[in-house]
Nanobody
Framework: QVQLVESGGGLVQAGGSLRLSCATSGIIFSLYRMGWYRQAPGKQRELVADITSDTTNYIDSVKGRFTISRDNAKNTVYLQMNSLKPEDTAVYYC????????WGQGTQVTVSS
């Protein structure tokens, strides 16, 4: 059974940091490009960052502030978020980028000004 379990969200002041984790099971994790997505209230879900074995990509608004990484031995993908801004407030999800799996519950990130 495929599972994606996100954790690490919370309430933080602007300028603060959080580290999100996503533990996966039921897939051959190391084979896939994995991504972190976010969905803010009233907005569509967007891909924020993704990672393969040797490449990473970020949307412009998080470049230089967020870092995506993965541990294939633990089947886990991470998102280190620094210099957080109120506009980063959203529910954050991880998923396989090509052919999304069933979504997990996500983890709420709230950045206060």
């Amino acid at each position: 059974q495929v599972q994606l379990v996100e954790s690490g969200g919370g309430l933080v002041q602007a300028g603060g940091s959080l580290r999100l984790s996503c533990a996966t099971s039921g897939i051959i994790f190391s084979l896939y490009r994995m991504g972190w997505y976010r969905q803010a209230p009233g907005k569509q879900r967007e891909l924020v960052a993704d990672i393969t074995s040797d490449t990473t990509n970020y949307i412009d608004s998080v470049k230089g502030r967020f870092t995506i990484s993965r541990d294939n031995a633990k089947n886990t993908v991470y998102l280190q978020m620094n210099s957080l801004k109120p506009e980063d407030t959203a529910v954050y999800y991880c998923n396989r980028v090509t052919r999304n799996l069933d979504w997990g519950q996500g983890t709420q990130v709230t950045v206060s000004s």
